[in-house]
C-alpha cells in the first residue's frame, strides 16, 4: 500500500525556522496537504494543494515541492505552532480510492 | 460558520453495535463528501472513507472495507459510521470531516468522538 513517509520528530527554538518533510513516490502526480493537531483538539487544514494557505492561517506557514518530496516550513516558529502535523495525499486508479496519511511528526518549540 | 457536530463518548463492551453520528452546518450538506478519520491512542490519522450525501455514494478505504458501514440523512444533514460488533482494537478518536476545495482533502473537521470497547 501507498506510503507517506515523515519524521517522527523536529525541534526548533522560538523564532528559527522550522521543516517538516513528507515524501511519497506519487507526490509529484497528486496533490499533498497539511494539518496541524494540537493534543486534545482536531485537525486543523493549514496548507492545500501544495502550497496554498486557508484563510485565517499565519503567513509564516508555507509549503513546497521537489520531486516526490513535499515539505512544511514554519518561519519564526512560535510557541503555539508546538503540535503534530501531518501531510495527506491520494493514492487513486481506476478500481479505487485510497487517502493516506503521513505518520505524523511532532514539532517541539525548545 | 461551517460546523461539524459529533455525538459523545461511547463505552460499548465487545461484540456490541454502535452507531456514531456527524451534523452538519453552515454549508450545502449534499453537495459535500463527508470522511470519517480514525485516531487511535497515542498514534496517527488513518483514513476509512468517505460518503456523498446527495446521492450516498460511499468510497472506504482499503483497510476498513467490510469493518464499518458509513451512510449519511441528507434530510437532516447527518452522516454516521457504524459498526455491526466491535473489537477491543476498534478503541479510538474518530472524526468526522467535510471535503475542502476538491474532494481529496478535508477543510473542516468534527471535535472527535471517543468510542471505547472494553469487557
Known amino acids: 500500500s501507498y506510503e507517506l513517509t515523515q519524521p517522527p520528530s523536529v525541534s526548533v527554538s522560538p523564532g528559527q525556522t522550522a521543516r517538516i518533510t513528507c515524501s511519497g513516490d506519487?507526490?509529484?502526480?497528486?496533490?499533498t496537504y497539511w494539518y496541524q493537531q494540537k493534543p486534545g483538539q482536531a485537525p486543523v487544514l493549514v496548507i492545500f494543494?501544495?502550497?496554498e494557505r486557508p484563510s485565517g492561517i499565519p503567513e509564516r506557514f508555507s509549503g513546497s515541492t521537489s520531486g516526490t518530496t513535499v515539505s512544511l516550513t514554519i518561519s519564526g516558529v512560535q510557541a503555539e505552532d508546538e503540535a503534530d502535523y501531518y501531510c495527506?495525499?491520494?493514492?487513486?486508479?481506476?478500481?479505487?480510492?485510497?487517502?493516506?496519511f503521513g505518520g505524523g511528526t511532532k514539532l517541539t518549540v525548545l | 460558520e461551517v460546523q461539524l457536530v459529533q455525538s459523545g463518548v461511547e463505552v460499548k463492551k465487545p461484540g456490541e453495535s454502535l452507531k456514531i453520528s456527524c451534523k452538519g452546518s453552515?454549508?450545502?450538506?449534499?453537495?459535500?463528501?463527508i470522511g470519517w478519520v480514525r485516531q487511535m491512542p497515542g498514534k496517527g490519522l488513518e483514513w476509512m472513507g468517505l460518503?456523498?450525501?446527495?446521492?450516498?455514494?460511499?468510497r472506504y478505504s482499503p483497510s476498513f472495507q467490510g469493518q464499518v458501514t458509513i451512510s449519511a440523512d441528507k434530510s437532516i444533514s447527518t452522516a454516521y459510521l457504524k459498526w455491526s460488533s466491535l473489537k477491543a482494537s476498534d478503541t479510538a478518536m474518530y472524526y468526522c470531516?467535510?471535503?475542502?476545495?476538491?474532494?481529496?482533502?478535508?477543510?473542516?473537521w468534527g471535535q472527535g468522538t471517543l468510542v471505547t470497547v472494553s469487557s
Open positions: 453552515g454549508f450545502n450538506f449534499p453537495s459535500y463528501w
Open positions: 460518503i456523498y450525501p446527495g446521492d450516498s455514494e460511499t
Open positions: 470531516a467535510k471535503q475542502g476545495w476538491s474532494p481529496d482533502h478535508f477543510d473542516q
Open positions: 495527506q495525499s491520494t493514492d487513486t486508479s481506476d478500481t479505487y480510492e485510497d487517502w493516506v
Open positions: 506519487a507526490l509529484s502526480k497528486q496533490y
Open positions: 494543494k501544495d502550497s
